[in-house]
């Protein structure tokens, strides 16, 4: 094998370490970046439903006790209050509908089971009421406790979502400690590797020089030819070699022709 194979394939070696090195941590890097993303994403989304159904919960109740404590009498919802109610129990019902394809922990289904029964006995109570048959008793007695009844359980899905992403958070942040773990082994036999290599490379390019360099001296010696250098350069000192031996045999070559 020539020096110009040994050193193509020298350097190839070094970078195929640097780009298995590469490929390795960012493979890691990113699996572990796109499993805590996914984990936390449906427990995030939980939590956004359930803000979301709080609020609109909060408008419902605030449309319908407009017009069931109404000092004027008037149980009738207004249009602005009736509009109110509307519009939040659409956002109501489809965060309601969001949540019930989300469901991702141990007993979430259950409260959002909960959560479904009680909101329609909450709707109907709602559409009752705004449609004038209701009466402040009805409200004390009945649509409140409803409306602290879905609050509760709202409150217990976020409960456990929250639960879930610290407790998910915990699992990740140890994931990623032996993520670390893996990378700083791998990467301390890639740089054990690497010095080896450094140090074994260059000493047997070297070897092979300085035995040229040093059978040319020898084979000059036996010629007779003086080799007067000062240099460390083995390639120097080889070419200084030959163009001796060539000086050399270029005379013994004219000399015949002299006579």
Sequence with gaps: MNIKKKLTLGFGFLFLIIF???????????????????ILKDNYNSLVYSKNMISSLDDMRTAISSGLLNPAGNKKLSDYDSKLFDEARTVFENNLRAENANITEIHEKEYVDTLNNDYGLYSNLCLRIKAGSG??????????????????????????????????????????????????????????????????????ISNSMSYLSNRMKELLKKTGIALDTNTDDESSVILQAINLLENKLDTKTKSPAKK
Aim: aromatic share 16%; charged share 15%.
């Design 135 to 204: 009466s402040p008793s009805l409200y004390f007695n009945e649509f409140q406790p409803a409306y602290e009844k879905l609050e509760h359980t709202i409150n217990n899905i976020t409960d456990i979502n929250m639960q879930a992403i610290e407790r998910k958070s915990r699992m990740t942040e140890h994931d990623s400690a032996r993520t670390i773990g893996y990378m700083a082994v791998f990467g301390a036999f890639c740089l054990m590797l690497a010095c080896v290599y450094f140090w074994y490379f260059p000493f047997h």
């Design 20 to 38: 298995v090195l590469a490929v390795f941590c960012s493979n890691y890097i990113g699996k572990l970046s796109q499993e805590a993303g996914n």
